[in-house]
């Protein structure tokens, strides 16, 4: 029979590559990883693992089990809650992914809702970017997702749950002495000659396809993930930029102005998680809360259907 915990073992180390990694991802020891290792190889009736000097990889059937592994873990996982729940515990773990300007606009209100009517309800948090954060969700390691895509997207999303929370307007950021600080709107074309200041790989990729739209390569002088340092170096003078909204409401300008930017682009943001995990009452009251703030954010009534 195959255990559950037989499975992590094997997945952290065709992750990590040996056992000694493995084990100190588990927080464990690394006699304890081989020892799993034997009795999974025991059970399974077959090697999984082919070990060569330092080197160690997959065998085919190791290969078979860790692409079943995430499913299975994650079924387990609804299973575990969804038993909890009847049982009457009235208690529920929630690992929660987030992207940066999700974590401190949406999420903060979205959690202290959540304890509020569920206080029993423990929620963990870890920031992500898409598509890392959908990867995780996929892999087992974590339940709820918090991610966004631009338009349709490359992204495919067809074995999730996808709980739609709001559309996010870019908004163009200049210094306070910029010739189009005091302007109603502004053409992304009339900003061809400034230096530009990028987010993160996604948005950086957006704003390219945006500005090669208009006609022009923008000139990108600075690249940072970090949004408050974008801000900052807009509000030095040193360029101007695009950021999503929420972005701009998680962060306090100073010597920036904002400013509407056409044609407009939209990102989508969304919470994510898997069929399964969505039936689990605590991952299910979290994608609710999401919703109510997402709504609350963007001034509409929120939508309460499950899905």
Do not use: N
């Not at 996982?77 to 515990?89: R, S």
């Not at 923008?218 to 801000?231: H, L």
């Not at 044609?263 to 998680?273: D, K, M, S, Y």
């Not at 689990?280 to 509409?300: N, W």
């Amino acid at each position: 029979m195959i255990e559950a915990r037989h499975l992590r073992v094997l997945r952290a180390v065709a992750a990590t590559g040996s056992f000694s990694a493995a084990a100190r991802e588990l927080g464990c020891t690394q006699p304890a990883v081989s020892q799993q290792m034997k009795a999974l190889e025991s059970s399974a009736g077959t090697p999984l693992l082919i070990r060569t000097g330092r080197e160690m990889r997959l065998t085919q059937a190791g290969e078979a089990l860790v692409r079943h592994a995430s499913g299975i873990l994650a079924g387990l996982t609804a299973a575990e809650e969804e038993v909890a729940a009847i049982a009457g515990l009235r208690a529920g773990r929630v690992r929660l992914v987030s992207f940066p300007s999700g974590s401190s606009t949406l999420v903060p209100t979205a959690l202290a809702a959540l304890r509020a009517a569920h206080p029993g309800t423990r929620v963990s948090l870890v920031e992500a970017e898409p598509p890392r954060s959908v990867e995780m969700l996929r892999e087992g390691d974590c339940d709820v997702a918090l991610a966004f895509r631009y338009g349709t997207g490359p992204d495919s999303w067809d074995d999730l749950v996808v709980r739609p929370l709001l559309a996010d307007r870019l908004v163009g950021l200049v210094p306070e002495g910029h010739r189009l600080a005091g302007a109603d709107s502004v053409a992304i074309g009339e900003l061809a000659e400034d230096p530009w200041i990028a987010g993160c790989p996604r948005c950086r990729r957006q704003l390219v396809d945006v500005c090669r739209e208009a006609g022009f390569t923008p000139r990108i002088d600075f690249a940072t993930d970090d949004y408050p340092a974008v801000v900052g170096l807009v509000g030095a003078g040193l360029g101007v930029a695009v950021l999503p909204q929420l972005a701009i409401e998680s962060v306090r300008p100073k010597g920036a102005v904002t400013v509407t930017v056409e044609p407009a682009v939209e990102r989508e943001i969304v919470a994510l998680t898997l069929p399964d995990l969505a039936q689990v009452p605590a991952v299910a009251a979290t994608l609710d809360e999401l919703t109510r703030a997402s709504a609350r954010a963007s001034g509409r009534p929120a939508a309460t259907t499950r899905g």
